[in-house]
């Protein structure tokens, strides 16, 4: 039996909104949200929020959650997420197969997305990390900076992510059928690890978005495409709209 856990990276000092993760979506915080709804996922045997925050560990303490302290000098959340991991193995004693990020804006996410995500990695050992996808529907979503863009091969392997939208329209006239990551990434055990150990990249730095690490030290990595509704929170107008989204959500009555 494979031990798959998932693990929330989650901190108040957001760059683009501060005190994002207990900001209260139809009165619950957004990462009670996020946790809540990881928690209905069947394929994960546990879920853990990573943080640095006191409040955050509090809250997730408060509502019967696992939550990880980690250190405050993370620049990148996946060295937040393969810092937990370390912690929560030798808190186990046990070694975890398979980790899946899922990013603490999420508060629209249901479980069958990280089954969807974390298929490719139990069918098909060549693959090594995974992501979600997902067809951008509007203008305003591709030259939104805060939404992270990729192109991908005729496999659906990662060519490049960016904040930027691509690929350019300047020199093409027809149709373009664009891609936006959605944050659900899991990992095998070992690939997540070598993150730590992989020297920061440019790319990686100037678009300021993780998986481009592991694409220039030249690992591969599958993106699925999910047809599930999901907005992330960057703003507090995300904020505004994913609490009117959310009104009806099914999913809200299981926790």
């Known amino acids: 039996m494979r031990n798959i856990i998932g693990i929330v990276p989650a901190r108040m000092a957001s760059t683009r909104f501060p005190g994002k993760p207990l900001e209260k979506i139809l009165g619950i915080?957004?990462?009670?949200?996020?946790?809540?709804?990881?928690?209905?996922?069947?394929?994960?045997?546990e879920v853990y929020v990573a943080t640095c925050d006191n409040v955050i560990y509090d809250y997730i303490e408060s509502i019967g959650g696992k939550a990880v302290m980690t250190a405050g000098s993370h620049q990148r959340?996946?060295?937040?997420?393969?810092e937990a991991l370390i912690n929560?193995?030798?808190?186990?004693?046990?070694?975890?197969?398979?980790v899946v990020m899922i990013q603490g804006d999420e508060p629209m996410i249901v479980p069958q997305m990280i089954e969807l995500a974390v298929n490719p990695l139990i069918n098909d050992q060549s693959v090594k990390v995974s992501n979600l996808m997902k067809k951008v529907k509007s203008n305003k979503e591709w030259i939104d900076p805060n939404e992270v863009k990729v192109v991908v091969d005729n496999n659906n392997n990662a060519l490049y992510f960016s904040r930027e939208p691509i690929p350019s329209e300047k020199k093409y006239s027809g149709e373009i059928t664009a891609y936006k990551q959605v944050c659900i990434m899991p990992f095998r055990r070992n690939t997540l690890l070598e993150y730590l150990d992989l020297s920061p990249t440019q790319l990686e730095i100037i678009e300021s978005v993780d998986m481009n690490r592991f694409l220039e030290h030249g690992i591969s990595l599958k993106m699925i495409e999910s047809n599930y509704e999901s907005f992330a929170v960057d703003t507090k107008e995300d904020l505004q709209f994913v609490e009117e989204a959310m009104k009806n959500d099914h999913l809200i009555d299981k926790y």
């Open 29 to 45: 915080p957004m990462i009670g949200h996020v946790y809540q709804r990881c928690k209905l996922s069947e394929i994960l045997n």
């Open 88 to 98: 929560i193995e030798k808190s186990k004693g046990e070694k975890i197969d398979i």
């Open 77 to 82: 959340a996946t060295d937040r997420v393969a």
